[in-house]
């Protein structure tokens, strides 16, 4: 770098007072002697004119558009909102805002400040929130365990590119092992299972992966949903290819699939969920029975956060580029519930009966109505903070002989923003 500074200045003068057959002249001399293009070298020496030295002129500080209180308004509400990614919380903010305001938890900032974050675009949304979002980021461990080949084989594969018909019914479904650091005794097991045309996402744990177990964590999925499975659709485990779980779904008239082993890709849209819904609110501890009724209070406060006020993108197709890159394209955000809304209003004009159940609109509509989002995500926080401080002590006690290879999320950002009661001190983590 010294060098060509050095070449730079020994042309700038002559390449400033010479005419325009001659800068070219300037310009081959300087390729040749640097071994660079063209237009470098006249960059170079346009910059070497400019700021007398050769050096390249610092980046200019971008300025601030908007005011520190409408960066402050943001911050809380982004944990008001549980956190999401600056494309949700845009999506989210016509819903979230007038119910928050209408609730007195944004009492202290004013109609400019408001209009301040309406006008923030989500890419600026992002970059406001970033040295908050870049947090630890732990990894759990694969508790599958694959069932008997004569078994597994009586049952259809159902690969990543197979079509469905696009509506509500067809699910997926996994687990989650709450297991720490490590998967010796006993400990929790999370069912998800979300449907593939609305993205509406129930979870509820069980004691371990049993059928006796699972299968109750599976009544209370099936109950919850506002409409009717239609198609089953899991993984390898022996959890799912089992004879009870089998004949469970055949008297319900459900037809089940599984994915290929090892294509993660063939149960992408729980896979996701299992990281963006479960881990993000249950963490990576390890729970046992003593956690399981608090872990089922949990999902219940969760499905109404995430199908009813959280919007999330569904791929509607497929374009290219400029450049004839691939390029998936993605429908506006919408919750889940305007989905199955959606789908079920244009059944109902085709003559159909509809997707959602008997009685179930109502008790929804209602549920929205009467739902101040702000106090749902303090309760998740509380019973957040009773699980940390019931499995938190357990799971260190199991890394210790594991060997120190697990980072913690740490649940102290929301305690920042000055949301969440101070009832504990605790050092919050170094900032997807």
């Known amino acids: 770098m010294a060098t060509k500074r050095q070449v730079n200045l020994r042309f700038r003068d002559e390449y400033v007072r010479a005419s325009k057959k001659q800068k070219g002249v300037i310009l081959d001399r300087m390729c040749e002697t640097l071994g660079i293009g063209r237009s ?13 030295n050769g050096a390249v002129p610092a980046a200019r500080e971008r300025p601030c558009r908007y005011s520190d209180q409408s960066r402050q308004l943001l911050v809380r509400v982004w944990v008001l909102m549980d956190m999401p990614c600056g494309k949700y919380l845009k999506a989210m903010l016509p819903q979230w805002l007038p119910v928050l305001r209408d609730c007195g938890e944004l009492d202290a900032y004013d109609g400019f400040t408001f209009s301040e974050l309406m006008a923030m675009s989500a890419s600026t949304i992002d970059r406001y929130l970033k040295p908050l979002r870049d947090a630890a980021r732990p990894k759990g461990l694969a508790a599958t365990r694959p069932a008997g080949e004569l078994l597994r084989n009586s ?7 197979d079509e469905l018909d ?5 699910v997926e479904a996994d687990t989650v092992a709450h297991c720490g650091p490590s998967l010796k005794g006993e400990f929790c097991r999370t069912l998800t299972v979300v449907d593939f045309a ?13 059928y006796r177990n699972l299968s109750q964590a599976e009544a209370m999925i099936e109950q919850r949903l506002p409409f009717t499975i239609r198609s089953y659709d899991n993984d390898n485990g022996s959890e799912f ?9 055949q008297q319900l008239d459900i037809q089940q699939t599984r994915s290929r082993p090892y294509r993660k890709n063939d149960q992408a849209t729980v896979e996701s969920r ?6 993000k609110h249950a963490f990576y501890y390890r729970y046992e029975l003593a956690e399981l009724d608090l872990l089922n209070e949990l999902w219940q406060l969760v499905s109404v956060k995430v199908n009813l006020f959280t919007p999330s993108k569904k791929p509607v197709g497929r374009s290219s580029t400029r450049d004839g890159r691939p390029r998936r394209v993605y429908d506006q955000p919408t919750t889940p519930w305007e989905r199955l809304k959606r789908f079920d209003e244009q059944d109902r004009a085709d003559g159909g009966t509809g997707f959602i159940l008997p009685e179930r609109r109502d008790q929804i509509e209602r549920l929205i109505a009467e739902t101040n989002p702000a106090e749902l995500v303090r309760r998740i926080h509380a019973i957040q903070d009773q699980l940390e401080d019931m499995a938190a002590p357990r799971t260190r006690r199991l890394e210790k002989r594991v060997g120190p290879d697990m980072a913690y999320l740490d649940r102290t950002l929301a305690k920042i923003a000055g949301v969440r009661p101070e009832d504990h001190n605790e050092t919050p983590a170094d900032t997807d």
């Open 166 to 170: 696009g509506l509500p019914g067809n």
């Open 241 to 249: 290819i089992n004879t009870d779980f089998i004949t469970h779904l």
């Open 274 to 279: 299992n990281n963006h819904v479960v881990r």
């Open 40 to 52: 470098t070298a006249r960059r170079l020496l346009a910059q070497a004119g400019q700021h007398g």
């Open 198 to 210: 609305t993205g509406w996402t129930e979870n509820a744990s069980a004691r371990n992966n049993a």
């Open 155 to 161: 049952i259809t594969i159902r690969k990543a590119s």
